[in-house]
């Protein structure tokens, strides 16, 4: 399972490129949230030094992508165009997996009598 927190950078570590067959790739995340069933489709950019074994993906909620918090279904697709962002047009579905976005905790203040 994958987590973000809304506004948080995060990096994420998936293992794609054992199951890609087409080179090079580029990876189209399609994230569908659960109770309203939007989508949103983003291309991200593989920044792992040693793409055999795994790959690293930086994002930024709110910069990379804007979602809701809660929980999503991700479908990750391997393609050959570094534009394309309909999973309808991608090559193969690589992985897939459950994406949970968490709110910003609320700083708690607490009144103190003199």
Do not use: C
């Not at 090079?24 to 949230?33: K, V």
């Not at 999503?72 to 050959?80: E, G, I, P, S």
């Not at 534009?83 to 949970?100: F, H, I, R, Y």
């Amino acid at each position: 399972m994958l987590t973000i927190t809304k506004g948080e950078t995060k990096d994420w570590y998936l293992t794609l490129t054992e199951k890609t067959t087409i080179s090079p790739a580029y990876y189209l995340f399609s994230l569908t949230h659960r109770l309203t069933n939007t989508t949103t489709n983003v291309i991200l950019t593989d920044i792992s030094s040693y793409t055999d074994r795994y790959n690293k993906f930086s994002v930024v909620e709110g910069t990379t992508f804007d979602i809701y918090s809660g929980e999503y279904l991700y479908r990750v697709y391997a393609q050959t165009s570094p534009s394309n962002t309909d999973p309808d047009l991608a090559n193969e579905l690589v992985e897939q997996g459950m994406l949970k976005v968490n709110e910003v905790q609320a700083t708690e203040t607490f009144y103190t009598p003199s």
